[in-house]
């Protein structure tokens, strides 16, 4: 495809990156670490870690690892835990002595953290208290050697086993008991490791830095191989489009976990980079707790998902924010939709930006332009030293405009899928695109809108219909605070439409919702059932989950 967005960059945006610059992420850090020590890098809580204390802590933990585990390079450590100032710390001391690592979702059940852990073949672990059961149910049977322990207290100098509930109480809102005899604290192996000296290690572009476990939404949880050369990739990618708008300091509002890929390299990376302040939301659920939190800091960032943005707009103290300083409002892991993304425009006078991105991109292919005026339902255009191509199910590009498969060619692509070399194939097209399984139209512009996944697409008579568009449509309906749309079988058409609806308003009802899309919507893709609920599925970063409703109208025999 010829590479039409390229007209449309900002000034100052290149249109190639040289990833050589850096050869691991390591060298970020360490050149972050230098330039900005006295700056605060991360804030939790209330505590701040500077650069300087972020570079000290993490080669205490480096250390550790190397000379009192005595763990080889490239061996898996794993982290499960949500956002505390223990997280950078871990993750960058591993990376620095040249280990891969293994992110794990702390609301993980048994059997899900035992395939990640085996399949992944950590030998370490750092796990918050909170969620140490879980270890030891799966521990005896994975190849985990070595566990440390941390309470949400440690780096905050506070006393060992101080919790703070309303952090947790989404989950347990005690410290459950567990038996892991041989852990260690991770205070201690902060302690011990500054007893050695940081061993360098020579880290190449080709090592793995991260396995980072897709959802598993199409079967079995798979590892996406995230080299070293992907990550510093994307993080140039990112960088050079932000940038040019990007003056001053930057304080970045991370409320989604750093365990997934988006707040990874969007918040925890890119922005280290830059020389920001993170400020760490550890539990963004807690919205009124969220709202104060935010009231504390003049903030210029803030990242998240639709259902997030959506949350905080909807609670009472979040339109006396000061919003003074807001620059950047990124949204992305799932569809903005438009009425969400004008509601937060007018609260907040700043428009909220989509992007897009993939576990499997490290995540960023597409991002809109930082100085767009207001929501323009696309996810943006490729970022620099990207190539996208718009194909059918033959493999054959579409012509400009028409809809298709979206694949991507560029140096933040996966390896591959870590030890299942079958499904690397079935995703990687013979000249290095990668089918992203999102059906997509490219504008003369060159930017890029989601239609929606292949899979989830309803067939109405012979008729394609984009469960995104119908719920756009129905978000916008007066009452309505979440929606989702799937397909369910039915004798005549094939698949009907229904919408599932959480209302904020008690006089909502069924044909309200209908009436309103009879105005927006050609007939066959008007829903033909609306049922209400009190909440709808989410994964942990807040996705609504569509395949856990048709998974459930399919169990309960569909057509109810």
Not at 178 to 204: E, M, Q, S
Not at 402 to 421: D, T
Request: hydrophobic fraction near 40%; include cysteine.
């Amino acid at each position: 495809m010829e590479k039409v967005w390229l007209k449309s960059y900002p000034e100052g945006v290149p249109t190639e990156i040289d990833p050589s610059e850096f050869m691991s992420v390591g060298e970020v850090f360490e050149r972050s670490c230098r330039e900005y020590a006295e700056r605060d890098a991360y804030v939790c809580m209330g505590h701040a870690l500077t650069y300087a204390e972020l570079d000290r802590l993490s080669a205490a933990f480096a250390a550790y690892l190397q000379s009192t585990v005595g763990l080889a390079p490239g061996s898996r450590v794993a982290i499960m835990m949500p956002n505390v100032l223990q997280y950078p710390v871990a993750m960058f001391g591993a990376l620095r002595a040249g280990y891969t690592i293994v992110n794990c979702n702390p609301l993980y059940t048994p059997r899900e953290l035992e395939h990640q852990l085996n399949d992944s073949g950590a030998e370490v672990i750092l796990v918050l208290e909170n969620f140490a059961s879980t270890l030891q149910r799966v521990i005896e049977r994975t190849a985990v050697r070595h566990v440390i322990v941390t309470a949400i207290g440690d780096l905050l100098g506070v006393p060992k086993g101080w919790i703070v509930n309303a952090v947790v109480r989404h989950v347990k809102k005690m410290v459950p008991s567990y038996r892991l005899p041989d852990a260690v604290r991770f205070n201690d192996a902060i302690k011990l490791g500054r007893g050695h000296a940081l061993n360098p290690v020579h880290v190449v572009h080709e090592d793995i830095a991260f396995l980072q476990y897709t959802g598993g939404t199409t079967g079995v949880a798979k590892g996406a191989m995230l080299t070293h050369r992907n990550i510093v990739s994307n993080m140039m990618q990112a960088d050079a489009w932000i940038r040019p708008f990007m003056s001053g300091r930057q304080l970045v509002i991370t409320a989604l976990p750093l365990y997934h890929i988006f707040a990874l390299t969007a918040n925890c990376l890119v922005f280290l980079k830059l020389g920001a302040t993170n400020v760490l939301i550890t539990n963004p659920r807690d919205i009124p707790g969220f709202v104060k939190e935010l009231g504390k800091h003049r903030f210029t960032v803030i990242t998240g998902v639709n259902t997030l943005f959506n949350a905080l707009l909807n609670n009472p103290g979040f339109a006396a924010l000061d919003f003074s300083g807001l620059r950047v409002s990124l949204g992305g892991g799932m569809a903005v939709q438009r009425a969400v993304a004008e509601r937060w425009q007018a609260v907040t006078g700043q428009p909220l930006i989509e992007a897009y991105g993939l576990t499997e991109t490290s995540p960023a292919v597409c991002i809109n332009r930082p100085d767009q005026k207001e929501f323009n339902g696309a996810i943006g255009l490729p970022v620099p030293s990207t190539e996208i191509s718009i194909r059918n199910d033959s493999g054959e590009e579409v012509p400009l405009g028409e809809a298709g498969e979206l694949c991507v060619r560029g140096p933040q692509v996966m390896k591959g899928y870590y030890r299942r070399p079958g499904e690397t194939a079935q995703v990687m097209t013979a000249d290095g695109f990668l089918r992203t399984g999102d059906v997509a139209t490219v504008d003369a512009d060159g930017f890029v809108r989601i239609v929606d996944r292949k899979k989830d697409m309803i067939l109405v008579s012979g008729f394609n219909v984009y469960p995104n568009e119908v719920e756009d449509v129905v978000a916008a309906c007066a009452g309505v605070l979440e929606c989702c749309a799937i397909g369910l079988p039915d004798a005549h058409s094939g698949e009907v439409v229904k919408v599932f609806v959480v209302s904020r308003d008690p006089s909502l009802t069924a044909e309200k919702v209908i009436a309103h899309c009879r105005t927006q919507l050609t007939a066959y893709k008007i829903p033909r059932q609306v049922e209400f609920r009190s909440e709808l599925p989410k994964t942990n970063v807040g996705k609504i989950l569509r395949r856990a409703l048709k998974e459930e109208a399919a169990a309960s025999g569909v057509n109810k």
